[in-house]
């Protein structure tokens, strides 16, 4: 089940009929709305004015989120805050990435307890080359 939508103009006239004085249970009933939600959107009139309020579904165009008038200069520092955190993860994964890189480059070397220098010497033969009788 989708959940309901409702215009600006709806939201709008609830909060003038909410603010004028008339019950919110009663005009939640009337309306078919949540109680909270016209107190919601009562706060949100209250916060951004009527031209304000209500943009439209999620955010506005060009991903900013709505800010409270006064507010633009703390919104814009947190917002380039976000984008100098975002690329500090980026280039410290950027600088691991190069480092496995740079390592799986690198040639290996042999070592270990395992590892001789001598020179092998199959089973049955002696240093000269011969083999025992």
């Given at each position: 089940?989708?959940?309901?939508?409702?215009?600006?103009e709806?939201?709008?006239?609830?909060v003038?009929?909410?603010?004028?004085?008339?019950?919110?249970?009663a005009?939640?009933?009337?309306l078919?709305?949540k109680?909270?939600?016209?107190?919601?959107?009562?706060?949100?009139?209250?916060r951004?004015?009527?031209?304000?309020a209500?943009p439209?579904?999620g955010r506005?165009?060009?991903?900013?989120?709505r800010?409270?008038?006064?507010?633009?200069a703390?919104?814009?520092?947190?917002?380039?805050e976000?984008?100098?955190?975002?690329?500090?993860?980026?280039i410290?994964?950027?600088s691991?990435?190069?480092?496995?890189?740079?390592?799986?480059?690198?040639?290996?070397?042999?070592?270990g307890?395992g590892?001789?220098l001598?020179?092998?010497?199959p089973q049955?033969s002696?240093?000269?080359?011969?083999?025992?009788?």
């Amino acid at each position: 089940m989708s959940r309901r939508r409702f215009t600006k103009e709806f939201k709008l006239a609830a909060v003038r009929r909410l603010a004028a004085g008339e019950s919110g249970s009663a005009l939640a009933r009337e309306l078919e709305v949540k109680r909270e939600k016209l107190y919601d959107w009562l706060a949100q009139v209250e916060r951004y004015g009527v031209e304000g309020a209500f943009p439209g579904p999620g955010r506005r165009p060009g991903g900013s989120a709505r800010v409270e008038p006064g507010r633009e200069a703390q919104a814009r520092l947190a917002e380039l805050e976000r984008k100098v955190g975002r690329q500090a993860m980026e280039i410290d994964f950027l600088s691991a990435a190069l480092r496995h890189v740079e390592d799986l480059r690198r040639p290996s070397i042999v070592s270990g307890t395992g590892a001789s220098l001598t020179k092998y010497e199959p089973q049955g033969s002696t240093a000269t080359g011969s083999k025992a009788k």
